[in-house]
């Protein structure tokens, strides 16, 4: 199964997992990127360098990031005008209101509001 983006990217969309993708299989939305499951060949370059651990396997999503993976399947059918392929090329500053991982585990809150925030495009 494809990588999954899950709800720790919402709100920080450090970009570096886009930089090293080999496929270009991350799509970008307005408060996070997610993975489109197509080309993504499962190859996990992305996961150890994203800062706040927001990507996984997908077969080994916690229970509680379960809809991202439809979400990120979701996102990356609609057109690339709203949602558009960030390539290797596509690394960006984060967003100003990036956090920590320390940060993030603490506001255990913030993934029931980044839920609404993940569908947002562009
Ligand atoms: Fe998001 Fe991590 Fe990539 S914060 S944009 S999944 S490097």
Known sequence: MAYVVTSSCVKCKYTDCAEVCPV???REGKYMLYIDPAPCIDCN???PV???NAIYDGEKVPES??????LNAEMSLLPFEKVPII???GKKDPLLTARKIDEIKANPLEKLLALQLA???L
């Open 24 to 26: 270009d299989a991350f």
């Open 45 to 47: 370059a992305c996961v």
């Open 50 to 52: 994203c800062p706040v």
């Open 65 to 70: 990031e379960k809809e991202y993976i439809a």
């Open 87 to 89: 390539g290797s090329d």
């Open 119 to 121: 569908r947002e495009t």
